[in-house]
């Protein structure tokens, strides 16, 4: 394996996404206004599947896209009716983040498909580089698009119909990046993912290697409280229908519950309310109504349901309160995806073999990976984020890590390719 | 005094600041999009002042600008050497505001004006009718422009210097609408000024006017904790640095403890959290920065002293927890304003002689009166807002009350200049 070609890729694949095109190679360069903004359709999204399609043919690659766009590596291995070892993620990125976040997973993937070719390293298997369309949902309606269509959870029809921002259909984004091809999961037996872990555990407990052996549950509730727009001078506090007073109420209560959960689930447990619109947000002015989103997961799907009910039943009970009306939707509703044990400890033995330290780990974030879970054997590797940050312009991971995740991902596949 | 006329000019008025230039007359007319759009600085805001001069000039009166853009109208009275009695109000209004809030008090004190003169009744002081430039502050950055200037608040050169949304200045925004007359407020007897209440005490317990003895002090404060911004994901609770959840906190802080001084003094105080925005609001991110604005007011400064200072402290603790950063900024501080005895009683014996039903209040919402009332004898007269609604497209006083209203103020303008 060669530290310092896939160093190079994922540097100049980073440069692919910031608006001035600069090369990042440490931290200490990063800036809070330099972070990638490649979102899925993008001219920097395109720029970002040419570079790889050229690296993935100098490797002698067979590239193919299918219908929804995904984008496909094949080498060949010698036994033709021998079911794939699958690799990959996504390119695209969030608002302002960070050049680790997909492409580690994607670039690693090749250099690990590189340096089995440069080894010379015999394999029955085929080995296919997969990269997932529209991962991150900052551009189009929803995220996870590719591995959705790839695993039948939404149709082909409705992926290439979700719309952007600009009112653009992800059908006419993508640049040419879509084809005939249309690869089947029952021709894939594993599937593995290598990822920054976007969260603190690795960083804070010093390990190099996360195998990740479920992604957690999620689901989304969307709350409007709706009470009565008012002067806030000439209202007195009787006469009030204050909504930011039981939104305030609301947030409170979904994080002392949360924190209860996450005490008798070993800290699994985790609920937010992360967007809050208060209208019409005046300090003058009452305010008449406020949306919250809240986002609930767990590696246990009962312990997701009674936290639903939980915040429900409160917002039921501001509605008995005349004048103020309520609304709870369940905008999404994921279960929990168990990785597969026979990739889990191959992973293991893996990262034992090379002398780091892993620990087996759930899975907060979301990841293709859990799409593909239900259908072939599955597992992720997680490397370290930096002070746990991700989702950010200050996302980061070490080149150490890298070279030891790509190194575990490489050796894992080469043992499921045999 | 001619109800149709004075309606004629209030509904035309009304006109003049809606898009599409409908002529309001009753209640059910109203519509959710159809309320007034007549920022200060505006070209309707200009059509509005050119209505107003040329009635002005058809009553015959003086017109004259101050180097603001105040407005004002003088009939002279029988003796030169007498101080005037002024009486106004505003013609701007809030974004999608009522055709009251404002005209009604101007064009009130012009069918006052209109009423003496067609009687024939004699007074010795002059009557002065003003119009104050920027009250609502929805344009600019601040409101009761042409009334702080005045009463010498704030200097000329701040108000002409003020910025609105589209960046420009308030002197380059008026259209022809200033001048070199400079009233001077020691040449001014008494104020009044007619308005809706824009509160629900009328309109509740059946009063026809509200004398108004005071307008409370107000503070407004600025707060913004900063978490830290994470994952919703992959952050265990135990190492969230959650901004809104401290932001909740002193939502429901400053509404118990308003609920509580309102107890202790009879109703008169409140405080409200009108503003919040978290920061970046996105469901699946924990928030990281959150801005709060909260209004305090009452009829007492001590009280909002002690309020001030119990949300100090409770924002300070929050700052205690490592991670946590906290600012509160005082960015309004006006201290309550006195109405003169000698006024409000003129204003009860009108409203007696006329057998209405009148009630002495405080003001909730602040006022041009407040500024002149530091300087001249002062008092406001209030009429009964439909359902308590201001601000809003549903802003709405009957004819009946309008005309109730404009009677007292009548006969007390006569009173006063006599």
Redesign the interface.
């Known amino acids: 394996m060669a530290l310092e070609r896939l160093k190079r890729d994922l540097v100049k694949m980073g440069s692919l996404g910031r608006h001035n095109g600069s090369m990042v190679e440490s931290y200490e360069e990063l800036s809070v206004d330099n972070g990638l903004w490649r979102l899925e359709g993008s001219e920097l999204s395109k720029a970002s599947k040419d570079y790889l399609v050229q690296k993935m043919k100098e490797a002698e690659l067979k590239v193919r896209y299918d219908s929804i766009g995904n984008i496909f590596g094949r080498k060949e291995g010698a036994d033709p009716f021998k079911k794939a070892v699958m690799s990959g993620s996504h390119l695209d990125s969030v608002k302002n983040g960070g050049q680790f976040d997909g492409p580690l997973g994607v670039i690693g993937a090749l250099e690990a498909v590189r340096t089995i070719k440069e080894e010379g390293f015999e394999h029955s298997r085929p080995i296919e580089i997969a990269v997932f369309v529209g991962e991150e949902g900052s551009a189009f309606e929803r995220g996870l698009v590719g591995s959705e269509v790839l695993s039948g959870n939404i149709s082909l029809e409705q992926g290439l119909n979700l719309v952007n921002n600009e009112g653009e259909l992800l059908k006419n984004a993508l640049s040419g990046y879509r084809g005939n091809f249309n690869l089947d999961l029952a021709d894939i037996e594993y599937f593995l993912e290598l990822h920054p ?5 690795l960083d ?1 407990e010093g390990f190099s290697i996360g195998i990740v052996e479920n992604i ?1 549950g ?1 689901s ?1 509730l969307r709350v409007v409280i709706e009470g009565e ?11 009030r229908k ?1 909504a ?2 039981r ?3 609301l ?2 209560f979904v ?1 002392e519950k ?2 209860e959960m ?1 005490e008798k689930t070993a ?1 699994s ?2 609920a ?7 209208h019409p ?7 008449g109504r406020v949306e919250l ?3 609930i ?1 767990d590696t246990r799907l009962d312990n997701i349901e009674t936290f639903k009910e939980a915040v429900n039943e409160r917002v039921e009970g501001f509605g008995r309160t005349p004048g103020i009306k309520t609304k709870c939707e369940l905008l999404i509703n994921k279960p929990p995806s168990l990785c597969s044990k026979e990739v889990i400890e191959t992973v293991a033995k893996a990262a034992r073999e090379l002398d780091l330290a892993a620990i087996k780990m759930s ?4 990841h293709d990976a859990q799409n593909l879970a239900g259908k072939v054997k599955t597992a992720m590797i997680f490397v370290p984020s930096v002070n ?5 312009p200050w996302e980061w991971t070490d080149w150490d890590d890298v070279d030891k995740g790509v190194r575990v991902l490489t050796r894992a596949i080469k043992e499921l390719a045999r």
């Open positions: 872990e976007q969260g603190p555990v804070t957690t999620l989304w727009e008012n002067h806030a001078g000439t209202t007195p506090m009787k006469m204050d930011l007073v939104a305030a109420d947030v409170t994080h949360a924190q996450a800290g447990f985790v937010t309310v992360g967007k809050i619109e208060a947000s005046a300090t003058n002015i009452i305010p989103g809240i986002d997961r899975s907060g974030a979301a746990g940050i991700s989702h950010s």
